[in-house]
């Protein structure tokens, strides 16, 4: 949307976003019936998200496969919502392998990641033929075992490999790690060795390597230096069992432009990735699947966070607008940068621009929503849109002083619920608090 006609939006009160239109007086109407705050579901951007990044690198690489990372946002209707359009479930526990099993997921489509697996996950994932990548040595030795004791059955897992990855001899992980502690590491022969152990039994194949890492810049460059080093391990040691290369997640979605980040696009990305991916197996009579795990690239953007505004208060100098939310519910991370956000306001007779605070209902003083906004102070019962919430948002409210709000899912004027408001009995649940 360009810039005026957001102006002209945000003055008649009227928040648009693909497909989703609210007016003060539709958000009244939730209020009364949802309370006075509550997530959206914009079912229709998930849908473009989903087939915007199928495309990119379908059309460029056909053996093509998404796996919805489940741990960034794990609401069951969006998962199931992006199931249905055909991706893969990729989980990093039992919690929500189980949570795949209980929407129907064929466990043929899940991808089961993470570093802590009991002998049970991996003998159950082996089971029911679920894509296991080994993130670790101790599961070696649970995947001999059931391979030993179901002789008659092919055991093929993935292995998460470790390895240096740089740009320009530069460390490029988040938070200035220079090293990734997950996966199991080429450089020291850790990973060489896994593979002699595993192939010493018959039964078991390694079908595929996997490689995750989470970079600071999310650069196109790094994707292609990680997919090309996996292409490599992969024709060198697994030629002839090779069934997929796992890339894992971390690219960019399509970002709001008040983040003034110019992040690559979708086709940017496919055109490294499925480059490198042609070339190293343009022999192949059968390609390796490419398999990406996108988390953020495929929520974030399709969640807002809707909430009200109680009190309009001056302490000093500064003013603070207090909502029915909190930190918690937009950025867990409690990072300084303010969101993308509207104010839907009951009235529109715009006061002269001032500098406020949006802060929230826990009783910690850094509860800020947003800071230093210089616009007309809302008024009370005015409504904040907080956007580009989905992602690690919902999976990190923490039960902290207040009832988590209901999720409501948008699709085409209709609205419906896919989380109900939690009330007292189900947060201090009988089940599990002794009273
Ligand atoms: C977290 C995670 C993802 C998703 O990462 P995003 O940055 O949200 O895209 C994918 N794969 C694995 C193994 C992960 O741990």
Redesign the pocket.
């Known amino acids: 949307m360009n810039k005026l006609v957001e102006e002209e939006n945000a003055i008649q009160g009227y928040y648009s976003q693909d497909g989703m239109k609210f007016d003060y007086r539709k958000l009244n109407e939730l209020e009364n019936s949802y309370g006075s705050s509550f997530y959206i579901v914009n079912v229709h951007k998930l849908r473009e998200n989903y087939l915007k990044i199928k495309q990119a690198f379908k059309s460029r690489y056909d053996n093509f496969i998404i796996g919805y ?1 489940y ?2 946002n794990y609401l069951p209707y969006l998962c199931k919502e992006l199931s249905r359009l055909g991706a893969y479930a ?1 989980v ?1 526990s039992r919690l929500e392998y189980d949570l795949a099993i209980k929407l129907g997921e064929d466990p043929k489509r899940i991808i089961f ?2 570093p802590l697996k009991s002998r049970e996950d991996i003998h159950l994932a082996l089971k029911n033929e679920s894509i296991l990548n080994v993130d670790s040595l101790y599961e070696v030795e649970m995947i001999k075992d059931y391979a030993l004791k179901n002789q008659n059955s092919v055991v093929k897992i993935g292995l998460r490999v470790n390895f240096d990855l740089t740009e320009n001899g530069e460390p490029i992980l988040q938070d200035g790690y220079e090293i990734s502690r997950f996966g199991i590491c080429i450089e020291n022969g850790n990973l060489q060795s896994a593979i002699i152990e595993l192939k010493k039994i018959a039964n078991i194949k390694i079908i595929g390597l996997h490689g ?1 890492f ?1 970079t600071t810049k999310r650069s196109v460059e790094s994707y292609r230096i990680k997919t090309k080093k996996l292409c490599m391990i992969a024709k060198q040691s697994l030629a002839d069992s090779l069934e997929f290369i796992d890339i ?4 960019y979605g399509e970002l709001p432009a008040s983040f003034q980040i110019n992040a690559p696009t979708f086709d940017d990305y496919a055109e490294a990735v499925c480059e490198v991916m042609n070339r190293e197996f343009m022999d192949f009579e059968r390609k390796p699947a490419l398999i990406l ?5 495929m929520v974030a953007n399709a969640i807002i966070f809707i909430a009200k505004v109680i009190e309009t208060k001056s302490v000093a100098d500064q003013s603070f607008i207090l909502v029915d939310g909190s930190v918690h519910n937009i950025k867990p991370t409690m990072h300084k940068n303010n969101l993308p956000m509207q104010i839907i306001r009951r009235n529109n007779d715009l006061k002269a621009k001032k500098m406020f605070n949006i802060v929230g209902y826990t009783c910690m003083e850094k509860d800020y929503l947003a800071h230093g906004i210089n616009d007309a102070l809302p008024n009370k019962g005015d409504y904040i849109i907080f956007e580009n919430v989905g ?1 690690y948002t919902i999976v990190f409210n923490p039960p902290f002083i207040k009832v988590r709000p209901p999720i409501l899912a948008a699709e085409n004027n209709d609205i419906f619920v896919v989380r109900r408001k939690e009330e007292f009995k189900q947060f201090f649940n009988e089940e599990l608090y002794i009273f």
Request: glycine share 26%; proline share 5%.
């Open positions: 990372s741990k960034t990729e990093v990641n993470g995750h989470s894992g997640g971390g690219i795990e996108p988390g953020v690239a992602a």
